[in-house]
């Protein structure tokens, strides 16, 4: 077996990389990032193209043999993709859509995870949210990654790629220093309790967000590498208050080490990342994927990957 995996430096593609090489005895991986390879990640089935999907002569070189399973995850943050729209627009969407295309004409059918995000609802003013809730995205992030799941689903439907969209929540704890991310409190927050630093948060204790730890969203990832199902999903996770999170870190850290936090809430951040409604993922669930459990095993995975 052939596999791509494609922003293989970064947080969760460094995290797939481990298990994919444990897990996957005897596949040839092929990853790709703009960045070098990360200590630890060596081997002779390991194959490292540092490049970017939007250099042609990166796609020729992914062209020269097919592949069987593909994981993409390369993409421009919310954050730097809003204040560079042309940027983002070009790793995000035109970059996609070509390596969809590459996929495509290699005649091979592969399997196709995509790593899409909770950003495409836009505004969560519903009750509950789902996979089949309506997506009015507010952000340029979001409008693409949209973009790009139509464009696999329609592939899909040609029966040129298998593929199937997972709609990322909030993944922690991402690696110091947390940038381009508007839900970068998450991480910030586990980061300096863990460092016994103080923290402001920039939203309230009552802010509610979507929770999964990397270990969990690797575990569904290479779930749906194996599944024979296709379509957009969301994966569940943990909807959480700031409060509870600040509870479960007591009970693990120490009370003393979360009298650290304070609060300052920022209303634009807390209207957009501390809103969160119900989310119902009971499809997800029958077919197997998961979240972290528990707020007590979600920060411990999270702290976990920290140290």
Aim: charged share 20%.
């Amino acid at each position: 077996m052939r596999i791509l995996v494609t922003g293989a430096a970064g947080f969760i593609g460094r995290a797939l990389l481990h298990r994919l090489l444990i897990d996957m005895d005897g596949a040839e991986i092929t990853a790709l990032d703009l960045a070098e390879a990360p200590a630890g990640l060596s081997g002779a089935r390991l194959s490292w193209i540092r490049g970017g999907l939007d250099d042609p002569a990166v796609l020729e070189q992914l062209g020269a043999a097919p592949f069987h399973l593909v994981f993409h995850l390369a993409s421009i943050p919310g954050g730097r993709a809003e204040a560079a729209p042309a940027l983002g627009r070009r790793v995000n969407l035109d970059a996609s859509l070509d390596l969809f295309q590459l996929l495509a004409e290699s005649r091979h059918r592969p399997r196709v995870v995509y790593a899409s995000s909770i950003a495409v609802y836009g505004a969560l003013a519903e009750a509950r949210v789902s996979a089949t809730t309506e997506a009015w995205p507010a952000i340029t992030y979001g409008a693409h990654k949209r973009m790009v799941e139509i464009a696999l689903a329609d592939h899909t439907r040609r029966g040129d790629l298998s593929g199937i969209a997972l709609r990322l929540p909030g993944i922690v704890a991402r690696p110091r220093p947390v940038s381009g991310f508007g839900s970068a409190f998450m991480s910030e927050l586990l980061h300096a309790l863990s460092a016994g630093e103080s923290y402001v948060c920039p939203v309230s204790p009552g802010a509610t967000a979507w929770w999964l730890s990397a270990k969990a969203a690797v575990d569904n990832l290479l779930l749906a590498g194996k599944l024979d199902v296709c379509g957009t999903l969301q994966l569940p996770a943990l909807r959480l208050s700031i409060a509870e999170v600040v509870d479960g870190l007591a009970q693990l850290l120490g009370a003393e080490r979360v009298a650290r936090v304070t609060f300052d809430p920022d209303q634009g951040i807390e209207d957009v990342f501390g809103r969160y409604p119900e989310l119902d993922a009971t499809a997800e669930l029958a077919l197997g994927f998961t979240h972290d459990g528990s707020v007590a095993e979600m920060i411990a995975n999270a702290v976990r990957a920290i140290a």
